[in-house]
């Protein structure tokens, strides 16, 4: 797509009209790869991102690495327990350094064996005795800002991102109530989408809309009348309470799960973190190419023996939320072939039950456009 051309696409979306009139953002945004392009300049590379657990990271030389649209990191701890993140690309020719997550005392490239230490300075290069006009110093590790923020660590792969704590501020006291310091990581599991990652996204923030058709086990546990949606600066929150008589029918296995009602928030542009019972999800959607989507799953439990949660409450949570995911993942694929087609351009949203969607494709524009 020629420049114009991306630009006039950009400006077919209103974010001006009130949602009742509003027209959801054109089918070009979703299966052009240009706009990949474009947000990975100026959404994925301006705003901070989920990039990984801060359990993973508890101690000295404690790394993990991940990659976000091209883009790899590693964040470590320092021995002085400083938490730093940098590109995860060798000065030397370019090869990633560190792979997966663990325990380093310092970061070797596998490919010719450059050395640096925690804090990303170059220590040591085999065979460059000969070599002229070089300075070690400008050859340290590319730094990238990272923050840590309750269980998690975010990091900002370019410059001037907003201020992360004070965004995420008024988040903070809502999750403390529900007692997210008193859970544990589990387990992960990852699913890979046939579709852009805003169809994910768009599937989230629907206020619940689709639950009753698509998800009716779960909807059975949910009581959908008391949905509701919270708009925030920079994210939403969704909220449910359980359902009165929970307790059986097909969706039985959802019971415990739900306890006293769900909270879902979103935080712009790919997180969200599900706070159920003894549970928390936290998904992370990381796009892969304009119709491929990985979505990450982190499992988060209450300590066994506490809240009556065993092995055997695990395993059936995970089961009953695969069913969940399945489902998601199916329509979100039928979604991306119909977005695609000749038959579809824009949508409309539901006023009372989309307006979180529609925040977020505000958002979108504001940082496509370069508004800010
Ligand atoms: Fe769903």
Known sequence: ??????????????????????RTAPASWYVRSEFLDLERARVFRKNWLWAGRTDQVGGPGDYLTGMILGDPYVVVRGEDRRLRAFYNVCRHHAARIANGSGTLESLVCPYHGWTYDLAGKLKSAP??????????????????RVEEWGPFVFVALGDAPRALATDLAPLEPKLERTKVR????????????????????????????????????????LDLGSYRTELYDRFSIQSCGAAANSGGGAGADFAERIGDGALYAWIYPNLMINRYGP???????????????????????????????????????????????????SICESVQEGLASPAYDQGRYAPALEHGMYQFHRLLATDLRDER
């Open 182 to 221: 008193d859970l544990r990581f589990v387990t992960r599991r990852e699913y890979t989408l046939r579709c852009n990652w805003k169809v994910f996204v768009d599937n989230y923030l629907d206020g619940g809309y689709h639950v009753a058709h698509l998800h009716k086990g779960l909807a059975g546990q």
């Open 279 to 329: 549970m928390m999800d936290v998904n992370v959607v990381v796009p892969l190419a304009h119709d491929r989507t990985l979505v990450i799953f982190d499992y988060y439990f209450a300590g066994e023996g506490r809240d009556g949660i065993t092995s055997d409450f695990v395993e059936k949570s995970l089961v009953a939320s695969h069913a969940v995911q399945e489902e998601d993942v």
């Open 1 to 22: 797509m020629e420049g114009h051309d991306l630009s006039r696409e950009l400006s077919r979306f209103d974010s001006a009209l009130p949602v009742d009139e509003a």
């Open 127 to 144: 065979h460059l005795g000969a070599i002229r006009c070089f300075d070690r110093e400008e050859f340290g590790l590319v730094p990238v």
